[in-house]
């Protein structure tokens, strides 16, 4: 008994549809086909629609066409019974056709795929054998920048971070900054008036004159929410140091971060005036009561928490016993972009909160006095640059003499990307160039001072 089955050719633009028909007999069933494995002469070279076994009531393909259009209608074993030609099939080149994609010293075969960085690779047929065809993202991290500064006498080192790598650029902007470009009446802000100061020394460390007041490095993970770690950072070393150390008291980020929600964007960024309007009116928390959690795991790192705090009222500490005054500051005010105000203000009042534009570069950075790298960046970028806004504290500043020839003035930065970046966590940058902006919108606070909380 004979049975007709029917198919088509593979689906492309340039074919058209036939019907051809092939007897077998119905001794041989689809469950005891092992498809291309089973077929005589193996799998065919090139593109040849007469090349099938049956499936079920009807035709699967078995050419090396399939292994690079991934057709629907094409065996399930096709990518391990054609990743190699039979000896009678001429090369399509000069070169032996390889029937597998060597990376690094690792062999993948037809239709295994890699990740390269931030892009996916396949191991897919090409004219001249096999090769690891690969997406066209921009990484985070990037050897080429890495080697171009490193190459350089650019007054700082660049490296891998293991942490960053494997992220795209695009990532990198939306998970690791997270300050939005202040509105122009908030860049506008009047700058308050600084008394002058002849004797400032040469270099300065907010950490030295404070020492135990200054908060360390926060890593704000994979949630871009710089706006809302940098606020009570200097929130939290402003009250230290305007009470003494009486009142060192890590402010909680995590509380501002899902409790300030008025037009802001969580993990996708805030705005700084909104930041300090709602720490003035409503308070936050210790860290201990409502500590860090955004961003610090795959799970939570596209998160936002609910806010576990009313606005108006105090309540028990979220998920744990201990108990917590909210705390408040002063509205903020505007230090001028003139060198000589921004470090008296530090010098007299501590570390100060700096917005300034991350390049592609900055992510590399492990150590020296950073400045853009322009001609590196340009290099290694496609022409697919990709900027985003950042706020930090400013501890210090101070003069880096490493090259005798080229001395270079710097101020002390900490970012927020946890102490595995850069220097233990800070990084310097130029001084009085205002380099990246960073010189452009620098904020200063009181803190709201409670002597009752002072007194316990």
């Not at 393909?61 to 000896?87: G, Q």
């Not at 860090?292 to 998160?303: A, I, L, P, Q, V």
């Not at 501590?350 to 492990?366: E, H, I, N, R």
């Amino acid at each position: 008994m004979d049975t007709t089955i029917s198919a088509t050719t593979h689906k492309s633009p340039l074919a058209v549809l036939f019907v051809f028909t092939l007897v077998f007999s119905t001794s041989m069933t689809p469950a005891q086909s092992q498809f291309c494995s089973d077929r005589p002469g193996g799998c065919c070279p090139g593109r040849d629609d007469a090349c099938t076994v049956p499936r079920g009531d009807t035709l699967c393909y078995c050419d090396e066409f399939c292994l690079r259009s991934k057709d629907p209608d094409c065996c399930p074993d096709v990518f391990n019974n054609c990743t190699a030609l039979p000896v009678t099939v001429a090369p399509l080149s000069p070169n032996p056709l390889k029937s597998d994609c060597l990376y690094k010293g690792k062999h993948y075969f037809a239709g295994d795929s890699i990740k390269i960085n931030c892009n996916t690779c396949t191991c897919l047929l090409d004219v001249g054998g096999y090769e690891l065809q690969c997406e066209d993202k921009v990484c985070l991290i990037r050897e080429e920048i890495i080697n171009a500064v490193n190459s350089d006498s650019n007054g700082w080192l660049a490296r891998n971070y293991t942490f960053l790598w494997g992220l795209t650029l695009e990532e990198g902007v939306r998970r690791r900054l997270g300050t939005l470009k202040p509105a122009p009446f908030v860049a506008g802000m009047k700058e308050i008036a600084i008394e002058q100061m002849e004797d400032l020394p040469e270099s300065f460390d907010s950490r030295q004159k404070w020492p135990g007041w200054i908060e360390d490095v926060m890593d704000q993970g994979n949630c871009g929410s710089s706006w809302a770690v940098s606020t009570t950072s200097v929130a939290s070393d402003r009250l230290a140091i305007q009470s003494m150390g009486n009142m060192k008291l890590p402010l909680s980020a995590q509380n501002l971060l899902s409790c300030n929600t008025r037009r802001q964007r969580g993990c996708d960024g805030g705005h700084l005036d909104r930041a300090w309007y709602y720490v003035r009116k409503y308070g936050v928390v210790t860290d201990k009561c409502y500590p860090y959690k955004s961003g610090m795991d795959e799970s939570s790192k596209m998160e936002r928490y609910p806010c576990m705090l009313p606005r108006h009222q105090s309540t028990p500490c979220p998920h744990n016993d201990t108990t917590s005054g909210k705390y408040h500051s002063s509205p903020p005010y505007r230090i001028s972009e003139k060198e000589s105000d921004i470090k008296a203000e530090i010098f007299k009042n501590g570390p100060v909160q700096a917005t300034f534009l991350v390049k592609d570069d900055f992510y590399s950075y492990a150590g020296g006095v950073y400045k853009y790298t322009r001609e590196a960046v340009k290099g290694a970028s496609k022409g697919k640059l990709r900027s985003g806004y950042h706020s930090v504290r400013i501890i210090g500043w101070g003069v880096d003499r490493t090259n005798p020839s080229s001395s270079l003035p710097y101020w002390i930065c900490a970012n927020s990307w946890g102490t595995q970046w850069g220097e233990n966590g800070l990084f310097r940058i130029i001084r009085g160039q205002n380099e990246c902006g960073i010189e452009s919108f620098i904020v200063g606070v009181w803190g709201d001072i409670d002597m009752e909380m002072m007194r316990h």
